[in-house]
């Protein structure tokens, strides 16, 4: 059986959950291997897995399977860890069955959801009836491959850290030994001035002591301006760090992912940089400052000092029997909050949609939903950390009256003076204080592994080279693009969108993708531009292999519009030459008469200073695909690839932008369904039932060999 320590294994997408299960299984059986790790050996799409693909990944892992068909009863008899079916659509880990109170009590390690115990009858509203039992073959190999992120990961070295940090720690000892100061000062005044009605050494103590006020204040406030500097770059290097590594990830991982999840994880930087510059700080200090004081109390009552001690003890152990559950519910707080953002973002975006269809109640209902589970996730880590303090305030209340009782025993009999109690009292306090505070900021710096984990699915995802064209490259007249052998497929058990793929595309032709709907077109020409990489086979640049040539470099080298190429905030000279600092006027206004925009920008207020809106949202859908050409065409492309370049144009402003691009005598391959762009292609590529054809034939033979069926006509 799996222990009840065991890690459960959370999906990072909807799509990931057979993967999370397959990575717990192995887990328990000795393979402790990541997400990470499987997504690279099993690629997966967003649909998910198939119950046939599931099990051949567990071949592969060497495991010997046995899917079965089982009802609740039945589920006590399997070998478990097993892997049930669950909702049609999701996949989750029976790991105990065990009899409870009210009936049969089912453990289940949902990868959606966490850790769960459900009933009989929450089993049965979920159990699709679909078991499969896993046990190790022979071959199966045990191991550790789980890769963890560490912190320095997140940054590069920051300059003048160290010193920041010795003048922050420096302060931080002169405001120590001012709080450890104050309690002497009551001490002698209640012993010594008091008793002997000495106002002059009063006097002078107030006095005295005033100085070591003011000088705790000054150096709290600029120990307050330090942290904060500090704090201010750690979070501002770890994040352009990050940003960095994800703006140059592969295109499928973005589209396997959810917008809202990507925000969410990069929002765990921030509590990551906080417990660093400032947590880490206040640890050393209260680290120091519990020390210092445990050895004055130590000297004045060790019979006081064993009381504090046995109330941090306690709150220490309370910490770590509830520390598996905060970690749990910390994750399930992040995942809601990632929903809900995902939910509202898309709703946002879909708004003219939502209203088309009058579907404003029915969306509201939806992010609601999502709403409220946040909330309820929320509630529930809010509750448990009410419980920590109601602890504490229970143990630091029953530890004051149980000190005033002892101490004041103590004073009666001689071993103590009331100014020793008032100042053990203070020194108590300044204990409690910074060791509890300690022991909650271990507890935090534990818990960065919730968000380090979550930074993780970034970090260590490979990102492209950032080889970039040189001049020399810009000057190469010839650009010929070839497949060999290409194969694709969105992920593991899904068929391949096509196979063997073998074709060249030369320098100055015109080729047309033609096909029908789905069939794979756009695949075919984000893989020929460099966006997707082939499940198999490999992409020739001028005959040497993209990988070696560099994919950004070739990017730099075509100019790409794809069907969800969008505009950004700013104005339209500015993203015609995608906000190029230097951006040549000229040539932005060249382009944009390439593409026929031109006058509908002259007619414009502003002109070229034109505000687009949020991704175009202030131009009609025309406009907005002529200044996305204009786009491609700034960067003076040796070859232009087109999905659909001219579809939401009239057929007159359609056959101007081909006249223009015609003379240009560049390289271009354009995905077309209307006769009149497919009769400009030199060559046609067939893309349809799983292969790819290549027509010798033009365009436009093509067309006249086509037959063409009338449509039925409908009796009136």
């Known amino acids: 059986m799996f222990g009840t320590q065991a890690e459960v294994v959370r999906q990072s997408v909807a799509g990931e959950c057979g993967l999370a299960c397959m990575a717990m299984v192995a887990s328990h059986f000795g393979l402790k291997v990541d997400l990470h790790t499987l997504r690279r050996r099993f690629p997966l799409s967003a649909r998910g897995l198939s119950l046939k693909a599931l099990i051949g990944i567990a071949d592969q892992l060497k495991f010997h399977c046995r899917p079965l068909r089982a009802d609740l009863p039945a589920l006590d008899k399997l070998q478990l860890p097993a892997i049930l079916h669950w909702d049609l659509s999701h996949y989750v880990v029976l790991e105990k069955v065990q009899p409870g109170v009210k009936g049969t009590v089912y453990t289940v390690a949902d990868p959606a959801r966490g850790r769960v115990r459900l009933?009989?009858?929450?089993?049965?509203?979920?159990?699709?009836?679909?078991?499969?039992?896993?046990?190790?073959?022979?071959q199966f190999a045990r191991g550790n491959f789980v890769r963890h992120l560490k912190i320095q990961q997140l940054w590069t070295r920051i300059t003048g850290a160290s010193a920041a940090l010795t003048r922050i720690l420096s302060l931080s000892l002169v405001m120590q030994i001012a709080t450890l100061a104050l309690p002497f000062c009551m001490q002698i005044a209640?012993?010594?001035?008091?008793?002997?009605?000495?106002?002059?050494?009063?006097?002078?103590?107030?006095?005295?002591?005033?100085?070591?006020?003011?000088?705790n204040v000054a150096s709290s406030w600029l120990r307050s301006r330090l942290v904060l500097s500090l704090s201010n770059t750690v979070s501002l290097q770890s994040a352009v760090n990050l940003f960095r590594h994800?703006?140059?990830?592969?295109?499928?991982?973005f589209e396997r992912r959810h917008l809202g999840d990507v925000v969410s994880r990069f929002s765990s930087l921030q509590p990551i940089s906080d417990l660093l510059s400032r947590g880490l700080v206040g640890a050393v200090v209260d680290g120091v400052l519990a020390l210092t004081t445990l050895c004055l109390m130590m000297v004045y009552s060790p019979l006081l000092t064993f009381l504090a001690f046995v109330v941090v003890l306690i709150y220490v152990i309370v910490k770590l029997v509830y520390f598996h559950s905060m970690k749990s519910m910390n994750l399930n707080l992040l995942t809601a909050q990632a929903q809900e953002t995902s939910s509202f973002i898309e709703n946002i975006r879909g708004i003219e949609t939502i209203k088309a269809f009058c579907q404003e109640k029915n969306r509201q209902r939806i992010w609601q939903n999502r709403k409220s589970e946040y909330i309820t996730a929320s509630t529930r880590f809010g509750y448990l950390s009410s419980?920590?303090?109601?602890?504490?305030?229970?143990?630091?209340?029953?530890?004051?009256?149980?000190?005033?009782?002892?101490?004041?025993?103590?004073?009666?009999?001689?071993?103590?003076?009331v100014g020793m109690i008032f100042a053990f009292q203070a020194f108590k306090q300044n204990f409690l204080g910074a060791v509890l505070r300690l022991v909650d900021q271990v507890i935090n710096f534990v818990l960065l592994r919730v968000h380090l984990d979550r930074l993780g699915e970034i970090v260590f995802e490979t990102p492209e080279t950032e080889s970039e064209a040189t001049e020399e490259d810009k000057a190469l007249e010839p650009l010929q693009i070839e497949l060999r052998n290409v194969s694709f497929s969105y992920g593991a058990g899904l068929p391949a969108v096509f196979r063997n793929v073998?074709?060249?595309?030369?320098?100055?032709?015109?080729?047309?993708?033609?096909?029908?709907?789905?069939?794979?077109?756009?695949?075919?020409l984000k893989i020929l531009s460099g966006l997707?990489?082939?499940?198999?086979?490999?992409?020739?640049?001028?005959?040497v292999p993209l990988a070696r040539f560099g994919v950004r470099r070739y990017r730099n080298l075509i100019g790409v519009m794809n069907q969800e190429d969008t505009l950004f905030s700013g104005s339209l000279a500015e993203n015609i030459s995608f906000f190029d600092p230097d951006y040549e006027m000229q040539h932005v206004i060249t382009c944009a008469q390439l593409a026929a925009i031109h006058h509908d920008i002259l007619a414009m207020n502003l002109k070229y200073d034109t505000p687009v809106g949020d991704m175009g949202s202030s131009l009609s859908g025309g406009q907005k695909q002529r200044v996305l050409l204009a786009r491609a065409l700034y960067k003076r492309p040796k070859a232009l690839l087109l999905d659909e370049g001219t579809a939401h144009l009239d057929l007159q402003t359609e056959a101007r932008v081909n006249q223009a691009l015609r003379g240009l005598g560049m390289t271009r391959v354009i995905v077309a369904h209307r006769p009149d762009t497919i009769a400009l292609a030199e060559r046609t590529i067939t893309v349809a039932n799983g292969?790819?054809?290549?027509?010798?034939?033009?365009?436009?033979?093509l067309l006249r060999g086509m037959v063409v069926e009338p449509a039925p006509v409908t009796p009136a």
């Open 387 to 417: 419980g920590f303090d109601a602890a504490n305030y229970l143990l630091t209340g029953l530890e004051s009256i149980a000190f005033t009782y002892i101490a004041i025993r103590m004073a009666i009999g001689g071993s103590i003076t």
């Open 502 to 524: 073998n074709l060249t595309i030369r320098s100055g032709e015109v080729v047309a993708i033609v096909g029908p709907s789905g069939a794979g077109k756009t695949t075919l």
């Open 119 to 138: 009933t009989e009858d929450e089993v049965s509203r979920h159990f699709t009836g679909v078991v499969v039992e896993l046990a190790p073959a022979a």
């Open 190 to 215: 209640i012993d010594s001035a008091y008793p002997n009605q000495d106002t002059a050494l009063l006097t002078v103590l107030a006095l005295g002591f005033s100085g070591v006020v003011l000088l």
């Open 691 to 701: 292969s790819v054809g290549v027509d010798p034939r033009a365009g436009l033979e």
């Open 246 to 253: 994800t703006i140059f990830l592969p295109v499928a991982w």
């Open 532 to 543: 997707l990489q082939p499940t198999s086979g490999e992409m020739l640049v001028n005959g």
